[in-house]
């Protein structure tokens, strides 16, 4: 089954790097649009960056400057490059895949189970 | 940014009953609108998409509808297992955006 598996969440201090990765499986990566949402605790969930399937990237402003998306084919995943980090980024990060129908509409159509980040003293 | 709204932010409802459930977009979206349930512990799952498509294994109670700002989610007779966290959400332009979502009780 396609499936889509997040790893390197934890704990990290103020100001400090996180980099959260995103394998997948019977399926390329390269071959979608790949994004990153994010769930606060308890909360909502909100856009936090995307990269196409040319690579160009997109962030939100809440993370633009500090977090960098990459995709690696060889490895058949994708990256979450976070710096800078704040309470306020403490979350539950997903990653997603985009799939467009005959109108090019794009939705989430596979969604890896999460990975917490926790930024705290 | 566009602001997507949900109504109402929570439901309780009977096993059998209609539930709808509105999502408005800030400017219209055409038919760019998504729709997602959550179940707590688990990642969010497509329900509809493009406004009124059923995502494969969907069951056919669930419906959606609408374009440019108003859009809406029907469950056409509620069940058990529908107790959920609904999201809509836009594609039309970046950045992509969900509404607050809906938390859906089953009585």
């Known amino acids: 089954d396609e499936q889509l598996v997040e790893s390197g969440g934890g704990l990290v201090q103020p100001g400090g790097s996180l980099r959260l990765s995103c394998s997948a499986s019977?399926?390329?990566?390269?071959?979608?649009?790949m994004h990153w949402v994010r769930q606060l605790p308890g909360k909502g969930l909100e856009w936090v960056s995307a990269i196409g399937i040319t690579g160009g990237t997109y962030f939100s402003d809440s993370v633009k400057g500090r977090f960098i998306i990459s995709r690696e084919d060889a490895e058949n995943s994708l990256y979450l490059q976070m710096n800078g980090l704040g309470a306020e980024d403490t979350a539950l990060y997903y990653c997603?895949?985009?799939?467009?129908?005959?109108w090019g509409i794009g939705q989430y159509d596979l969604w890896g189970q999460g990975i917490l980040v926790t930024v705290s003293s | 940014d566009i602001q997507m709204t949900q109504s109402p932010s929570s439901l309780s409802a009977s096993v059998g009953d209609r539930v709808r459930i509105t999502c408005r977009a800030s400017?219209?979206?055409?038919?760019?609108l998504n729709w997602y349930y959550q179940k707590p512990g688990q990642a969010p799952k497509l329900l509809i998409y493009a406004s009124s498509n059923l995502q494969t294994g969907v069951p056919s109670r669930f419906s959606g509808g609408g374009s440019a700002t108003d859009f809406a989610l029907t469950i056409s007779s509620l069940q058990p297992e529908d107790s959920a966290t609904f999201y809509c959400?836009?594609?039309?332009?970046?950045?992509?955006?969900f509404g607050q979502g809906t938390k859906v009780e089953v009585k």
């Open positions: 400017q219209g979206i055409s038919t760019y």
């Open positions: 959400q836009q594609s039309y332009t970046f950045p992509w955006t």
């Open positions: 997603a895949r985009v799939s467009r129908g005959l």
């Open positions: 019977e399926f390329t990566v390269g071959s979608y649009d």
